[in-house]
């Protein structure tokens, strides 16, 4: 499950924490450095500790908007995200533009074309990336329809 929000990193993961994607007993790794190599080292670390936890702990990965821009310009960083992503049972990217929402739709997408995309937005920030996955759906929210 991916949650693309344009939240503060804190409250994202209070809301994960009130809707259950998120519990106090899993390895939660969050991604905000600047610098690819730093990002790089990021994520080999999260490998290493998702390797290493016991037998059926959940991961979790947090990431900001301005990390997730860093890692959607580099085509190994890209390939390495993608790789952590698919360990986790929850991915939040925080603090991400529309546009970036729908990149990561194109992202998961060109990773594996054999497998749907479901997308789903309350408003108008969330219109392109709806409009990128196979299956989108709008529902009415405060923000619009």
């Known amino acids: 499950m991916w949650v693309l929000t344009g939240d503060k990193v804190e409250t994202a ?18 991604l905000r450095e600047k610098k ?16 290493v936890s016991y037998r059926g702990r959940e991961n979790a990965v947090i990431v900001e908007g301005e990390t997730l821009t860093i890692i959607q310009e580099d085509k190994q960083l890209t390939t390495d995200f993608i790789d952590l992503c698919e360990n986790a049972n929850v991915v939040i990217a925080c603090r991400v533009s529309p546009k970036q929402k729908a990149d990561v ?32 759906v709008g529902i009415s929210g405060l923000e619009g329809q």
């Open 13 to 30: 993961m209070n809301i994960g924490m009130s809707c259950q994607l998120l519990n106090d007993e899993m390895n939660t790794f969050i």
């Open 36 to 51: 690819v190599k730093k990002i790089l080292e990021d994520i080999a670390k999260c490998f290493s500790q998702q390797k």
């Open 105 to 136: 739709v194109s992202m998961v997408r060109e990773r594996h074309p054999d497998k749907s995309t479901l997308s789903i937005g309350d408003g108008a920030n969330d219109v392109n990336m709806i409009m990128r996955a196979h299956i989108g």
